[in-house]
């Protein structure tokens, strides 16, 4: 049973910074690709940043430069590295895996940027 377990949210400052981890379970997280997405309150779900078996990492534009996708293989582990963050990045993060056959997503773990 494949299982995605979110940890690393918080409350933080404007400016500053936090890492999400996305500890997988039940599969290798390297033999598939794996991706960030957030939804703010009233906002649809939005991709933040995703990464391929072969480690090619990809961004939306609007999230270039501040978000950093990261994969441990040996703890089976994605990351989320945020930097310079915004009260506008306020939102849950969920860590999303795609198999050949369906689509997983973890429970999620609220963000708040907020002084």
């Known amino acids: 049973q494949v299982q995605l377990v979110e940890s690393g949210g918080g409350l933080v400052q404007p400016g500053g910074s936090l890492r999400l981890s996305c500890a997988v379970s039940g599969t290798i997280v390297s033999a598939y690709g794996t991706g960030w997405y957030r939804q703010a309150p009233g906002k649809a779900r939005e991709l933040v940043a995703s990464?391929?078996?072969?480690?090619?990492?990809n961004y939306p534009d609007s999230m270039k430069g501040r978000f950093t996708i990261s994969r441990d293989n040996a703890k089976n582990t994605v990351y989320l590295q945020m930097t310079s963050l915004k009260p506008e990045d306020t939102a849950v993060y969920y860590c999303?895996?795609?198999?050949?056959?369906?689509?997983?997503w973890g429970q999620g773990t609220q963000v708040t940027v907020s002084s």
């Open positions: 999303n895996l795609n198999t050949r056959t369906r689509g997983y």
């Open positions: 990464i391929t078996p072969l480690s090619r990492t």
